[in-house]
């Protein structure tokens, strides 16, 4: 009797072990990872270098589009996997699948103008800037910025550079409602255009100019 009672409470455990497994291992929820999240990637117009940008999916199935040269509305929609995306005033269509680890894949879209190449989730894009150093190298070197320079957070949304070759420069940001996306906004100098992929890396261009950048938290 006691090797029976026993045998059956083996069975109930693995009976119960399986089924949570199985509930765990459920079909992934695509909606959470879009949902009020802002994801990365890089994109290119025909004929152009890449550069970067970003975009925030708002819980009413709006959406903004941020790239160097302005932030763009549009709206998206989400049937199982397939992600599509597009914008206020033209006819623009970007699709694509997501991954289960948060990335884009089989990406198309319906223009010959610009091509999306890659695309993944920002885990936390509000981290505090302030007080913090990062070490930027220049991909590109298309401008005459050095191979590598400073950029450091001061209070007061202020951002102060440091040069190999030329002196301290301090120049006003601002953020981006999502947290992600940082533009420098002193006029007559060269800007920075920044997306926070991570806490501890940025990546982005430098407007006009074609140079990319990214920098890793000191």
Not at 7 to 12: A, Y
Not at 87 to 93: A, D, L, P
Request: proline content about 4%.
């Amino acid at each position: 009797m006691k090797k029976y009672v026993s045998t059956m409470l083996v069975i109930l455990l693995l009976t119960v072990t399986i089924f949570s497994c199985k509930k765990s291992n459920g079909p992934k929820d695509y909606n959470a990872s879009i949902k009020d999240k802002t994801w990365w990637g890089e994109f290119a117009y025909t004929g152009q270098d890449a550069e970067y940008y970003s975009v925030h999916f708002n819980v009413d199935n709006s959406l903004t589009w941020t790239q160097w040269s302005g932030d763009y509305p549009g709206q998206w929609t989400l049937n199982g996997k397939q992600l599509t995306i597009t914008f206020t005033g033209n006819s623009v269509e970007i699709n694509a699948d997501i991954s289960d680890d948060d990335k884009l894949m089989n990406i198309s879209d319906n223009t010959a103008n610009s091509e999306i190449n890659s695309g993944q989730l920002i885990v936390n894009p509000k981290i505090s800037l302030d007080n913090t150093v990062w070490k930027v190298s220049d991909f590109s070197q298309a401008v005459p910025l050095g191979p590598d320079y400073q950029m450091s957070f001061l209070p007061g949304s202020i951002v102060r550079f440091k040069f190999p070759s030329f002196d301290y420069r301090q120049e006003q940001y601002a953020r981006s409602a999502s947290g992600a996306v940082i533009r420098t906004t002193t006029v007559g100098v060269i800007g920075h255009f920044g997306i926070i992929v991570s806490d501890k890396e940025m990546n982005g261009n430098i407007p006009g100019s074609n140079a990319r950048w990214q920098a890793v938290k000191q």
